[in-house]
C-alpha cells in the first residue's frame, strides 16, 4: 500500500517552540472519489496509526469502505501521516521541538496545498483526535463536522504522567519499543477486559501466564514495524495536545463553527469518559450544535478500534442524511443526562 502514497513537501516551517525546519514530508493516501468530486472526509490516525485507513488491509477498514457506513462511493476520503511516523521513511530526531498543534498546522498547510477550504468531516481517534481539536480551533471554519474519538481537547494530568513512564521507557530501556508497548498495553486496555479474555490461564508451552505472552507478543509486533524515533515523537504529540496553547482559557472551543460530535468510550482510562463529559457540559452551555455518545465496551481506549457496531450507529446520522432523525431522539436523552 505505500506504492499509493502521495507527497507534499512543507518548506520553511517553524514549530511553536521556534525550530525551523527546511522541509517536512507531508505525506497522504486518498479513498474514494477523486478531489473536487465529493465531500471530503479528513481522518486522524492514533500514535501508531498511519495512512492506510481503508481498503483490504486498512485499520479502519469496517468502517471505510464500499457500502460502509462511511461509503467511500459517496466521499473523498483523505489521511496524512503524521510527519515523523516513518509509514513514509521521513523521521524526526528532533521530537522535543514539536507539539501537537504544529502538526493540525502542518494538516492544514496540506488541506491548503490540495485545494480543500472546507471538509464535510474531520475525524480522529486518540492521538489523532487531539490533532482534529487543534485543528479546528486553529481554524474555526475547516469543517462542517468535527468527530473527536477516545481523546479530548487537552492532555490531561493523568495522560500526561503516563507519557512520562513512556518517555523514560523509550529513553532508558535495553529495548525501548518493545517494553514502552508493553506498558502501553495496560492503558489501552481493562483489568476487566484481561479478565474476561485471559481468567488466569496459562501458556501451555511454558510457564507465563497468556496475559504476559499477548503482552510481550505486542511488544514484540510493534518493535518488528515502528522505529524509536516515531514512537519518542508521537509520544511528545500526545502529552501536549492543548487547544487553550497554555492559556487556561477554553473560550477557544466556543468560536469553532461546525456541528461537533464528541464520542467517549465509559472504560477509557487513558481519555477518560469523565473528561469527555466535561468538555460537552462546557461547549453545550451555548451551543446547540455539540452531540455526546458514548461507546460501551470492557476494552477500554482501544473500544474505537473494536466496537464497529457502536461506531456505525453512532456515525449513521452523521454521514447518512435519512438516519438524522434517529440520532436527535438518541441525543435528547444524553444530553439531558449530562447538563443536569
Given at each position: ?18 525550530t525551523q525546519f527546511s522541509d517536512i514530508r507531508l505525506s497522504y493516501q486518498l479513498f474514494g472519489r477523486e478531489l473536487g468530486t465529493a465531500p471530503v472526509i ?123 513512564i513512556q518517555e523514560l521507557f523509550l529513553t532508558n530501556s535495553n529495548n525501548p519499543v518493545h517494553d514502552a508497548r508493553m506498558h502501553a498495553m495496560l492503558c ?76 467517549g468510550v465509559d472504560s477509557d482510562l487513558f481519555f477518560t469518559a469523565e473528561e469527555n463529559r466535561e468538555t460537552f457540559k462546557e461547549l453545550a452551555q451555548n ?54
Amino acid at each position: 500500500m505505500k506504492n499509493n502514497l502521495s507527497h507534499i513537501n512543507i518548506l520553511s516551517y517553524v514549530t511553536e517552540s521556534g525550530t525551523q525546519f527546511s522541509d517536512i514530508r507531508l505525506s497522504y493516501q486518498l479513498f474514494g472519489r477523486e478531489l473536487g468530486t465529493a465531500p471530503v472526509i479528513l481522518v486522524n490516525h492514533a500514535l501508531t496509526g498511519n495512512s492506510n485507513v481503508a481498503g483490504d488491509s486498512g485499520w479502519w477498514k469496517d468502517i471505510i469502505g464500499v457500502d460502509k457506513v462511511i461509503d467511500i462511493n459517496s466521499y473523498s476520503i483523505l489521511c496524512f501521516n503524521i510527519p515523523g511516523n516513518g509509514y513514509d521513511d521521513f523521521l524526526i530526531d528532533d521530537y522535543k521541538s514539536f507539539v501537537a498543534r504544529d502538526i493540525a498546522k502542518i494538516f492544514l498547510l496540506g488541506l491548503k496545498e490540495l485545494g480543500v477550504e472546507q471538509l464535510f468531516a474531520l475525524v480522529g481517534g486518540s492521538l489523532g483526535g487531539g490533532i482534529a481539536w487543534e485543528m479546528a480551533v486553529l481554524h474555526p471554519n475547516i469543517t462542517k463536522h468535527l468527530i473527536p474519538i477516545a481523546t479530548d481537547c487537552k492532555s490531561t494530568d493523568w495522560l500526561i504522567a503516563n507519557c512520562q513512564i513512556q518517555e523514560l521507557f523509550l529513553t532508558n530501556s535495553n529495548n525501548p519499543v518493545h517494553d514502552a508497548r508493553m506498558h502501553a498495553m495496560l492503558c489501552y486496555r481493562t483489568p476487566e477486559s484481561f479478565k474476561q479474555r485471559f481468567h488466569r490461564s496459562k501458556n501451555e508451552e511454558s510457564t507465563l501466564f497468556n496475559v504476559e505472552s499477548w503482552l510481550l507478543h505486542h511488544g514484540k509486533k510493534l518493535q518488528e514495524r515502528y522505529q524509536l524515533a516515531s514512537y519518542k515523537l508521537m509520544n511528545q504529540l500526545l502529552k501536549t495536545i492543548d487547544v487553550t496553547d497554555e492559556h487556561n482559557d477554553e473560550e477557544v472551543l466556543k468560536y469553532i463553527n461546525a456541528e461537533i460530535h464528541i464520542i467517549g468510550v465509559d472504560s477509557d482510562l487513558f481519555f477518560t469518559a469523565e473528561e469527555n463529559r466535561e468538555t460537552f457540559k462546557e461547549l453545550a452551555q451555548n451551543n446547540t450544535n455539540v452531540t455526546y455518545n458514548e461507546i460501551n465496551s470492557v476494552h477500554g481506549h482501544d473500544a474505537f478500534l473494536i466496537e464497529y457496531d457502536q461506531l456505525e450507529n453512532i456515525f449513521a446520522p452523521i454521514f447518512n442524511e435519512n438516519e438524522k432523525t434517529k440520532k436527535n431522539e438518541g441525543f435528547k436523552v444524553w444530553r439531558e443526562i449530562i447538563i443536569k
